[in-house]
């Protein structure tokens, strides 16, 4: 099984089917195809701090909300620095980060089990990982680039959700969304070491080229850490997409470096409690 993609009023983007049979949440993982920006960004960038004006990102989410049935002053958004810190949201948090100033700083992932609040994390390459206890009805979003992977991002994510809902691993779903693929992704040794400190076995999720570089396979070491934290390798979906290799897609930071716009992850369990 792996992501489904959605053609919808000029929009695509992709879901997990696993999630969409719970009927618990909406959700997506965004593509570039059907915004509003122009320029080096063309497209449905939803980066504030990408080259675009804040009109053109404003009237982006707008879009999607009004495609996906989200109210859009539910949205919260993360503030990403390639870190393990996970926090929790509530309804106090709704808005922060586009309709008012937000301190949610330094966190590369969201939880939450309150209904009508809408999580967003941003890519351009990196992992995104989207998590649903159907059980406890809880869920969270985490944004895994190398930094955030070798140091656990994942893991950090499932304990996160433990803590703070009861969830058990074995009852979590994830999606491992679309990224750069390990034939993109060249790394050299220090990336490896730092993998070998948190993975133990890295020889499968790597491919040695030799002086000290490798292709690094970043969704296949998400799921190696999701399954070492308990989560069942039947509840885990692989979009195996690339961002990098589907230009007409997606925005890549390997491929246009510095002028990628940014994709998002979103999700929300569906009903109103803010
Ligand atoms: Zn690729």
């Not at 929009?11 to 320029?39: A, E, N, R, W």
Request: glycine residues 10%; proline residues 3%.
């Amino acid at each position: 099984m792996t992501f489904k993609r959605h053609d919808r009023d000029g929009l695509i983007y992709f879901t997990v089917p696993s999630f969409d049979q719970t009927g618990l949440v909406k959700h997506c993982f965004t593509t570039k195809v059907g915004g509003m920006s122009s320029g080096r960004v063309k497209g449905l960038n939803l980066g504030f701090s990408r080259p675009d004006t804040r009109e053109s990102v404003v009237a982006n989410f707008e879009k999607l909300c009004s495609v996906l049935g989200l109210d859009r002053k539910s949205l919260v958004l993360s503030h990403q620095v390639h870190g393990t810190s996970i926090r929790q949201v509530t309804a106090g948090d709704a808005g922060k980060g586009i309709w008012r100033d937000s301190d949610i700083k330094n966190t590369d992932g969201l939880i939450t089990n309150k209904r009508g609040l809408t999580l967003i994390t941003f890519y351009a390459d990196c992992v995104p990982l989207f998590f649903l206890d159907p059980q406890r009805q809880a869920i969270g979003l985490s944004h895994a680039g190398w930094k955030g992977t070798v140091a656990g991002i994942a893991r950090e994510t499932v304990v996160g959700m433990k803590d703070a809902f009861a969830s058990k691993p074995e009852d979590i779903l994830v999606g491992i969304g679309p990224s750069i693929c390990r034939d993109c992704y060249e790394v050299d040794g220090p990336v490896i070491s730092r993998l070998q400190e948190n993975l133990g076995d890295w020889r499968d999720v790597t491919v040695s080229l030799g002086k000290d570089k490798y292709l690094l396979d970043l969704q296949s070491t998400n799921k190696a850490l999701l399954r070492k934290a308990g989560v069942k390798e039947q509840n885990i979906t692989d979009s195996r997409l690339c961002t990098r290799c589907n230009s007409e897609l997606f925005y890549s930071y390997r491929r246009e470096g510095k002028d990628a716009g940014s994709l998002a992850a979103l999700m929300q369990l569906i009903g109103s409690e803010i």
